[in-house]
């Protein structure tokens, strides 16, 4: 495989591996979340506030796990190098 192919390979990689730890813990803090509700619900605006924010903590995780996707698709520095010895 050449240079190109290889750096989408590894870009859905990232993806891939990085997505299962960020939905798992997700995951686990909605179902402590909905566990807190149920036992005192009075308590629910709080619990859902510090829910959201923590979700909102885990998902940027994923955003951070795409940008370096992208960063590896489409702003490698070396890619001009790559052209460049594969032209001669």
Known sequence: ???FTWCIVIAGSIIALGAIPVSISQCIAIKAAVEGVSRNPAASGKV?????IGV????????????VA???LLGNPFIQYVVNAAAN
């Open 70 to 72: 992208m960063i590896i």
């Open 48 to 52: 859902l506030t510090t829910m959201l």
């Open 1 to 3: 495989m050449d240079y």
């Open 56 to 67: 909102a903590m885990i998902e940027s995780l994923a955003i951070y796990i795409f940008v």
